[in-house]
């Protein structure tokens, strides 16, 4: 565990909460009174005990050692939150696996693999304009009768992004001849 990371954290005022090693050698300082029947087994404030650890990150910390009641795992939890109740502290671990369904999820399907620029406004203009182009193409697939796909509308547009045509005729466009229910992929003179 990277406690000089983590102290640094501390010292700009963020708070972390993450899981705590089984190897970590701590004392336990006063304990925190426990919430009735909430899964919560102990809520500790620890010092961390070996020289390196105590080097890297000389404050407090909070271990909360809590037991999911849907599930039945325990999880022991290292904090700097104090102050937050230990329920809190819980919820903030478990809220954390949405945020990264989150991200899996632009990565999937705005297909950002790397940022072109590292300042916070251009991560979130390029956040923005991948958003915009994919809620584009989801309307487009919504109001469309042909049953594109998104991938397949992600193409058409990559392919012909510089051409100058009507996308919306293009795309509503059907065969009338029976038993050709297929568009074809390029065929853009008119005819089925």
């Known amino acids: 565990m990277d406690f000089s990371w983590l ?4 010292q700009h005022s963020v708070g972390f909460v993450t899981r705590l090693p089984k190897n970590l050698r701590y004392q336990v300082l006063p304990e925190s009174p426990l919430p009735v029947g909430a899964g919560v087994w102990a809520d500790q404030i620890i010092r961390l005990s070996t020289r390196y650890s105590q080097a890297h990150y000389p404050e407090t910390l909070r271990r909360v050692h809590y037991r999911d009641p849907e599930t039945e795992k325990e999880y022991v939890f290292l904090s700097n939150r104090l102050a937050l109740p230990s329920l809190a502290v819980a919820d903030l671990y478990r809220q954390r696996w949405q945020i ?5 999820w632009i990565k999937q399907n705005l297909k950002i693999k790397t940022f072109s620029g590292a300042s916070q406004n251009a991560v979130l203009i390029q956040l923005w304009t991948a958003m ?4 584009l193409l989801l309307w487009i697939k919504l109001r469309s009768q042909a049953g594109w796909s998104i991938l397949e509308l992600t193409r058409i547009v990559q392919n012909l992004l510089m051409e100058r045509f009507n996308l919306w005729a293009l795309l509503s466009r059907t065969c009338d001849s029976p038993g050709d229910e297929q568009l074809p992929l390029f065929n853009f003179s008119g005819a089925c």
């Open 7 to 10: 102290y640094s954290l501390h």
């Open 100 to 104: 990264e369904t989150f991200f899996r």
């Open 132 to 135: 915009i182009a994919y809620l």
